[in-house]
């Protein structure tokens, strides 16, 4: 009821018909259940002493976990500030071809004010068709292809979009200005 997932429970209880063990183990966060004729003070002991382990690999765990997530934010933030850095339009699809990443030229060239929305769409909803067919002939090609978007001729360079092209696989891709006018 409080919500402490750590805390270990001991259940000794004088009449086990009334709570029996298996529904009470498995209804409820228990840890230990134990009836009052089978408890001598060894067993107890043994008891207590096994739920202070498990505390404290618990509590450890979460402290690791904590660390982890802390030290994955950090990259993750220090990333997105160094892509967001670079001058030209960069963008990160998943499996499914869904917008995982962008950084904030790629945002100026959808016309889109937050990245955020961005998020979680696919190339067709930003795109017209001609563009997306431009990114996924791009996509098949080994080097950098030429690409126009909005009157603007860029190369892409992408990685890990594999053999299928743009919808295949996840990938990361960048859009270089060519200085050239579509």
């Not at 404290?56 to 030290?71: A, D, K, M, P, V």
């Given at each position: 009821?409080?919500?402490?997932?750590?805390?270990?429970?001991?259940?000794?209880?004088?009449?086990?018909?009334?709570?029996?063990?298996?529904?009470?183990?498995?209804?409820?966060?228990?840890?230990?259940?134990?009836?009052?004729?089978?408890?001598?003070?060894?067993?107890?002991?043994?008891?207590?002493?096994?739920?202070?382990?498990?505390?404290?690999?618990?509590?450890?765990?979460?402290?690791?976990?904590?660390?982890?997530?802390?030290?994955?934010?950090?990259?993750?933030?220090?990333?997105?500030?160094?892509?967001?850095?670079?001058?030209?339009?960069?963008?990160?699809?998943?499996?499914?071809?869904?917008?995982?990443?962008?950084?904030?030229?790629?945002?100026?060239?959808?016309?889109?004010?937050?990245?955020?929305?961005?998020?979680?769409?696919?190339?067709?909803?930003?795109?017209?068709?001609?563009?997306?067919?431009?990114?996924?002939?791009?996509?098949?090609?080994?080097?950098?292809?030429?690409?126009?978007?909005?009157?603007?001729?860029?190369?892409?360079?992408?990685?890990?979009?594999?053999?299928?092209?743009?919808?295949?696989?996840?990938?990361?891709?960048?859009?270089?200005?060519?200085?050239?006018q579509g």
């Open positions: 009821e409080r919500g402490n997932l750590d805390t270990r429970i001991i259940l000794r209880t004088g009449q086990p018909g009334q709570a029996p063990e298996g529904q009470v183990v498995l209804a409820y966060d228990i840890n230990d259940y134990k009836s009052k004729a089978d408890l001598t003070a060894d067993r107890l002991f043994a008891s207590v002493v096994t739920a202070l382990r498990g505390y404290h690999e618990i509590e450890e765990n979460t402290r690791l976990r904590g660390e982890l997530l802390q030290q994955l934010s950090s990259q993750s933030m220090a990333e997105k500030e160094l892509v967001d850095m670079l001058p030209f339009p960069v963008f990160q699809i998943d499996q499914s071809g869904q917008f995982i990443a962008v950084n904030d030229a790629f945002v100026a060239l959808t016309g889109i004010e937050i990245a955020e929305t961005i998020i979680g769409q696919f190339f067709d909803d930003l795109f017209d068709e001609d563009v997306r067919l431009a990114l996924v002939a791009a996509s098949d090609q080994r080097a950098a292809s030429p690409v126009i978007i909005k009157e603007k001729k860029y190369l892409m360079l992408s990685r890990g979009f594999g053999s299928g092209g743009l919808m295949t696989g996840g990938a990361v891709a960048c859009l270089v200005p060519s200085g050239q």
